[in-house]
């Protein structure tokens, strides 16, 4: 087990101390649990109370297939409660080489300076970076590589520095360009509250991670990856398509929020799809198949060139293509590409931001599918923080109060993802349920609705759904205390061996005789700690639900609404 560190950000001192309680913990369950019993539910998210958790989990750092995450989490200035939201990129497992299971950022400065954390194997320092003060995180990342070398990089741009709710963190990727984010109840507005704007760090010469027993861990470690590779969503449909793949799959189930969620299919979602995504990418020169963090297998991620080709982005993922494409009308890929640069260079939720930018079209700001109005929104106004940006920069919750929007896709403040709850029911219950507000990957019930992984739930009928959705939400809670990539579940779901290979991979790294059922436990856990400090925070069961018109709206093509009643999504909790 690794150490914590604690930085504080108000006396600029810097503290290693022993897991102690929070021993065994990793992931979602070390952050949620730090969160829950240190931060007062009741503080200002971007007051000196909150704190910025960042983790690797229990297996980070191994060779364990897909095992990069970094999780952070704090309370969400967005939705008030507590958060955690996970990246890829490179530097998790370099946290974990240096033998830290958790860093702490604590505390405010006392001035208006900002600072960047450097972390080796020696030391740790918080050094003043007012240099980097309104720069993107390319440009960031390009100078802190420079000077560095070959480091991981946590950092934010100018939302985060204007602490804007839409605010995510930047991971450097594999190509160390920051396109990986923990993105979702503004994290990065949290970092820049503590005017941090960077930590880098450097696992040079550091230990790596210990293995109890190495034969045991590497058979079980090929189990899962054979495991990986020969599931058909891991080992052919992702690697090929990427998560775009899934534009044309939600467009055929009648799902793919359209419009600001006024429609469950796009007339031009042939435009955008995985299948059109792929096609320019190789025409292009760019990679249609791509890992964002070292050791993944499945490696869904893409690079995304122009059409001179030129790099434009990185990781355009299905949510950022749903968000500005379908769902603010805009049937051009190239646009859409560009829109996602913007927002992993200003460093934004692009499920919060196309929302928002969503329900600003259909307040009259600008016209659906108005592209390059949509562009100068982030470049110009989030960017260079006019009042304008600094509107659509809160959410989709705050833009539809100023324009008056009744239609606001939200649950506990944050924007729903690209998955309309009125066609398919059982994401509807995640969105409600989840202690995160709308977050697909809290319970993907899509896996089981549409792609029939784990079974199948008729996704238009309400029977069976909060059985599914709290089932997905106790494994992926479990799993997200692991470090391994949520894809995994796919075949974690549907092959009882690769379930396996992940307790027993825990049992031979830390010496332990963990079974499934204590999985289960683990995430069961995770959900009632942070379910407390929800509660504490002041949610109630009146929170758990979706907004009056997903209620009352019935969608096309299939004419419902959403059809869970509230006393049954109150049973959600008794587990
Ligand atoms: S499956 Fe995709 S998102 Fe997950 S770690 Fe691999 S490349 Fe990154």
Not at 205 to 215: H, P, S
Not at 266 to 287: V, W, Y
Not at 386 to 403: E, L, N
Request: net charge negative; proline share 4%; aromatic share 6%.
């Amino acid at each position: 087990m690794g150490k914590i560190l604690r930085i504080n950000m108000n006396d600029l001192t810097v503290k290693t101390e022993e897991l102690g309680e929070y021993a065994g913990l990793g992931g979602r369950a070390l952050t949620s649990s730090i969160i829950a019993k240190e931060v007062p539910p009741l503080c200002h998210p971007l007051g000196p109370n909150n704190k910025l958790v960042a983790s690797p989990g229990l297996l980070t750092g191994t060779t364990a297939a897909s095992s990069g995450r970094c999780h952070f989490g704090c309370k969400s200035p967005l939705t008030g409660g507590i958060k955690e939201g996970n990246a890829g990129g490179v530097v998790s497992q370099k946290i974990a080489h240096l033998g830290y299971s958790a860093i702490v950022l604590e505390g405010v400065p006392k001035d208006d300076k900002l600072r960047i954390v450097y972390i080796n194997k020696d030391k740790v320092e918080i050094l003043l970076a007012d240099e980097l003060k309104g720069m993107g995180n390319y440009e960031t990342v390009a100078k802190l590589r420079e000077k560095y070398g070959k480091v991981g990089i946590i950092s934010i741009g100018p939302a985060g520095e204007q602490k804007l709710n839409a605010a995510s963190i930047a991971v450097n990727d594999m190509d160390n360009r920051p396109t990986r984010h923990a993105a979702r109840g503004g994290q990065g507005a949290v970092m820049g509250s503590k005017g941090l704007k960077a930590i880098v760090v450097d696992d040079t010469g550091a230990a790596g991670v210990e293995i109890k027993d190495k034969d045991e861990f590497k058979k079980w470690a090929k189990i899962f990856t054979d495991g990986l590779l020969k599931h058909p969503v891991t080992g052919e449909g992702l690697p090929t398509y990427g998560t775009a793949v899934l534009i044309n799959i939600i467009n055929e189930a009648g799902g793919l929020p359209t419009r600001n969620f006024s429609s469950g299919q796009f007339e031009h979602a042939a435009n955008i799809s995985g299948e059109q995504l792929t096609e320019n990418c190789k025409d292009r020169g760019g990679k249609e198949t791509h890992a964002c963090s070292p050791g993944c297998v499945i490696r869904c991620s893409n690079v995304y060139n122009d059409k001179d080709g030129n790099y434009l982005t990185s990781g355009l993922e299905y949510e950022t293509i749903w968000a500005f494409g379908a769902n603010c009308n805009i049937d051009d890929l190239d646009m859409v590409a560009r829109l996602d640069r913007l927002c992993d260079d200003i460093g934004l939720d692009t499920i919060e931001t196309g929302g928002a930018i969503a329900v600003a079209m259909e307040g009259g700001l600008l016209p659906f599918g108005d592209w390059d109005r949509a562009i100068k929104l982030l470049d110009e106004d989030i960017r260079n923080a006019t009042p304008i940006g600094k509107i659509i920069g809160s959410g989709a919750v705050v833009t539809g109060r100023v324009f008056g929007v009744t239609r606001v896709p939200a649950v506990k403040g944050q924007n729903m993802p690209a998955y309309d709850p009125r066609a398919i029911q059982g994401i509807g219950v995640t969105y409600a349920t989840s202690t995160m507000g709308a977050d697909h990957t809290a319970g993907y019930a899509i896996a089981t609705n549409i792609m029939k992984v784990g079974g199948y739930v008729d996704p238009l009928k309400p029977e069976g759904q909060v059985e599914l959705s709290r089932n997905l939400q106790i494994a992926t809670a479990a799993l997200d205390s692991t470090g391994l990539c949520l894809f995994t579940a796919f075949p974690v779901l549907d092959q009882p061996e690769t379930f396996e290979a992940i307790y027993r991979m825990l049992n031979a790294q830390y010496g332990l005789n963990l079974t499934g059922d204590d999985v289960t436990e683990l995430g069961k856990n995770v959900l009632k700690t942070e379910k407390d400090f929800n509660t504490r925070a002041g949610f109630t069961n009146k929170d758990d639900r979706l907004p009056e018109f997903m209620y009352q709206e019935a969608l096309a093509p299939h004419n419902q609404v959403f059809m869970v009643k509230d006393e049954e999504l109150d049973e959600f909790w008794n587990f």
